[in-house]
């Protein structure tokens, strides 16, 4: 079974870009969450996906960030015009829904993004 | 939410026990206890997750206290690989209320040759 995937791995770019990072979720995950963590700070919730709704995005830092989950599968995340205070690695978490969720959430490797 | 409090860092050697404790005195009936390990670079990988009494699978053991307002983490005999930061979670994640796993700080564990 292929695990959470996310692209790109790295990201530079200059402020006032825009950049678009992807997440594949576990195939059958109708879950799937975005989080972030900043140089030096915690892992920070940024929001969650129920299949193509989104369930909480009370994270989501400011109107910048804009999440879809077209059809229930994959997710993007752009960020536009990025800021030198969107650095940071984005991780993408996905799992299972309803009776099958055993509560384990599967992260992806993550996404590095540098705005210089 | 409840609220996790966990050391900062903490040191060992190869070969030895590592029980990491987790206090988290606001917990809730219905919240589970969760345990993540995250290398750097990495996302953080799910090791284990309670209720109460005591769990145990190939890689950890959890022991919740009756009172269940604290929790232990115990790594049998570390291994250099065993360096990462390990995370406590506490929430009604079972159930899916809680859409907002929060990840505290964790505790940075060092594993010495």
């Known amino acids: 079974e292929a695990g959470v995937t996310q692209f790109p791995s790295h990201s530079v770019i200059e402020k006032g870009q825009t950049v678009t990072l992807r997440c594949d979720p576990i195939?059958?995950?109708?879950?799937l969450y975005w989080y972030r963590r900043v140089m030096g700070k915690e892992i920070k919730f940024l929001l969650h996906f129920v299949k193509e709704s989104k369930q909480d995005e009370s994270g989501m830092p400011n109107n910048r960030f804009l999440a879809e989950r077209t059809g229930g599968t994959y997710s993007t995340l752009k960020v536009q015009p990025a800021e030198l205070e969107d650095s940071g690695v984005y991780f993408c978490a996905s799992s299972r829904e309803g009776s099958g969720n055993t509560g384990e959430l599967f992260f992806g490797e993550g996404s590095r993004l540098t705005v210089l | 939410l409840a609220k996790t409090t966990q050391p900062i860092s903490m040191d060992s050697y190869e070969g030895q026990e590592v029980n990491i404790t987790c206090s988290h005195n606001n917990i809730a009936t219905n919240d589970y206890i969760t345990w993540y390990q995250q290398f750097p670079s990495q996302g953080p990988r799910f090791i284990i997750q309670g209720y109460k009494t005591k769990v145990t699978n190939e890689v950890a053991s959890l022991f919740i206290p009756a009172d269940r307002k604290s929790s232990t983490l115990s790594l049998p005999r570390v291994s250099l690989s065993d360096t990462a930061v390990y995370y406590c979670l506490v929430g009604d994640m079972k159930m899916n209320r809680d859409d907002k796993i929060i990840f505290g700080k964790g505790t940075r564990l060092h594993i010495l040759p």
């Open positions: 195939s059958g995950h109708d879950n």
